[in-house]
C-alpha cells in the first residue's frame, strides 16, 4: 500500500525535491494539459507541482489539479512515484503520481495549462517527457509503477528502470 500521509518538510536546495502528478481518465479518455509556461512548457502533462510546507502530498495533488484545471478530485487515487535526476542539476525530483475519475466541474484554461481530452489510443506521446511513454500505460493499465528516470536535459533520456509495484 502506497502511504498518503507524507508530508513536505524539504526547504534545502540539496534535498529532494517533492511534487504531484495526477491523471484524469474518464472511459476511454484522459485528460492532458498544455504546459504554457516554467518547466515543462510545450508538453503535454498530468497536472501537478510542488508540495507546500505542512501540506500532504494528496491534498498536493488535489490543489495543484484545482489550480490548473478549475475541476475538483472527489477522490485520488495513489499510482506509484517517480524520480528523475538531471545532469547538471543536484536537486532529485521525487513525483507522486495520482489518478481519478471522480471529479466535479468542467476543465477549463488556466494561466498555467491549457486541458484537453484524448483517446486511450491517441496519447500525443511525441509532445510528452521521453519517460511518459515507459510507465503512463502501466498505470492506464491498472497497475501501480515506481520508475527513475536520468536525463542529460530535459529532451534527453538516458536511461530508465520501471516496475510494477
Not at 472511459?27 to 505542512?54: D, E, H, P, Q, S
Request: contains cysteine.
Amino acid at each position: 500500500m502506497l502511504s498518503k500521509k507524507i508530508v513536505s518538510t524539504s526547504t534545502s536546495k540539496s534535498s529532494p525535491k517533492t511534487l504531484t502528478l495526477a491523471f484524469v481518465v474518464l472511459k476511454n479518455r484522459i485528460l492532458l494539459g498544455m504546459k504554457k509556461r516554467g518547466f515543462g512548457a510545450g508538453r503535454w502533462n498530468g497536472f501537478g507541482g510542488k508540495v507546500l510546507a505542512g501540506e500532504t502530498i494528496e491534498v498536493a495533488a488535489q490543489r495543484e489539479l484545482l489550480e490548473e484545471t478549475g475541476i475538483t478530485a472527489e477522490k485520488l487515487r495513489q499510482r506509484g512515484m517517480l524520480t528523475f535526476h538531471f545532469e547538471n542539476d543536484p536537486v532529485t525530483l521525487c513525483v507522486h503520481l495520482f489518478s481519478t475519475s471522480n471529479f466535479s466541474g468542467e476543465p477549463h484554461e488556466t494561466e498555467e495549462m491549457k486541458p484537453q481530452w484524448f483517446p486511450l489510443t491517441a496519447i500525443p506521446y511525441a509532445v510528452m517527457w521521453a519517460d511518459d511513454r515507459y510507465w503512463l500505460p502501466v498505470v492506464l493499465s491498472g497497475k501501480n509503477v515506481a520508475g527513475e528516470f536520468w536525463f542529460k536535459d530535459t529532451d534527453t533520456l538516458l536511461k530508465h528502470r520501471v516496475a510494477v509495484v
